[in-house]
């Protein structure tokens, strides 16, 4: 797999003695959107966190962009062009929109979209009406929204997305999917950590699922929509 791809193979990872992945494995073809689904607790986040390389301890093989990065420290795992939109948001509440879009500004890449404010506010039309409104004043979606274009500002390839649909209203939920179809026609890949599955049916291509740390399922998003079975024993609450 070349360019945008990622490729992980045989991942463990753990906090301290305790091991939370068990080789984990999964692809991610260039401007693919690709769901990690389960329920709390089944190292859909450690996964993510693991990519982007903030476990202390993890073991297996990650290529991304044709370059091994399992060893690599974050900064510059990020450096590469993998962008990563954590659960907690961690927008900078005293900052204005337009200032949290500036920290988070890459230089260009070749062959990647490169985003400004502008074409952001395009995106997220809700942030050009509050582009000098601090991060704290702001919603949760408002917030999730912010997180998301703060992290495109580094002009990823790849974009790791922590539960973005989690706690929003639906018509932000709404806005959220038009907004990752939007971004997949530009051309980027796409990782989303869920356990909303009506969410991840609107824009993921295929699917995995985590169970107590193992992969138990891999396929289309057709495939798991067949699969009753599948849905009851591992996504069912």
């Known amino acids: 797999m070349t360019g945008a791809g990622l490729r992980v193979r045989d991942l463990d990872s753990f906090y301290g003695p305790a091991q939370i992945l068990f080789e984990v494995g999964?692809?991610?073809?260039?401007?693919?959107?690709?769901?990690?689904?389960?329920r709390n607790g089944a190292g859909k986040s450690t996964t993510l966190r693991s990519l982007m390389g903030l476990m202390a301890r993890r073991e297996g093989e990650i290529s991304f962009r044709d370059t091994r990065i399992e060893t690599l420290p974050t900064y510059e795992i990020?450096?590469?062009?993998?962008?990563?939109?954590?659960?907690?948001?961690?927008?900078?509440?005293?900052?204005?929109?337009?200032?949290?879009?500036?920290?988070?500004?890459?230089?260009?890449?070749?062959?990647?979209?490169t985003w400004t404010p502008e074409r952001l506010y395009a995106l997220f039309p809700n942030l050009a009406e509050m582009r000098r409104r601090?991060?704290?004043?702001?919603?949760?979606?408002?917030?999730?929204?912010?997180?998301?274009?703060?992290?495109?500002?580094?002009?990823?390839s790849l974009i790791l997305l922590d539960e973005p649909s989690e706690g929003?209203?639906?018509?932000?939920?709404e806005q959220m999917a038009d907004a990752i179809v939007t971004m997949k026609r530009e051309g980027l890949s796409i990782v989303i950590s869920e356990q909303n599955l009506h969410f991840a049916r609107l824009?993921?291509?295929?699917?995995?699922?985590?169970?107590?740390?193992?992969?138990?399922?891999?396929?289309?998003?057709?495939?798991?929509?067949?699969?009753?079975?599948?849905?009851?024993?591992?996504?069912?609450?």
């Open 26 to 38: 999964f692809d991610v073809a260039p401007g693919e959107v690709v769901a990690l689904l389960g």
């Open 78 to 113: 990020a450096r590469l062009g993998l962008g990563y939109v954590p659960e907690d948001r961690r927008i900078f509440t005293e900052l204005t929109v337009e200032e949290n879009l500036t920290v988070g500004q890459q230089r260009p890449r070749e062959g990647v979209t």
């Open 168 to 173: 929003l209203a639906p018509k932000i939920i």
């Open 134 to 156: 601090p991060g704290g004043q702001m919603s949760g979606g408002e917030q999730q929204m912010l997180t998301i274009a703060r992290t495109l500002m580094g002009n990823p």
């Open 203 to 237: 824009i993921c291509d295929r699917a995995y699922i985590l169970e107590k740390g193992r992969i138990r399922f891999q396929g289309s998003m057709a495939e798991l929509e067949a699969d009753e079975a599948v849905r009851n024993q591992y996504l069912a609450v």
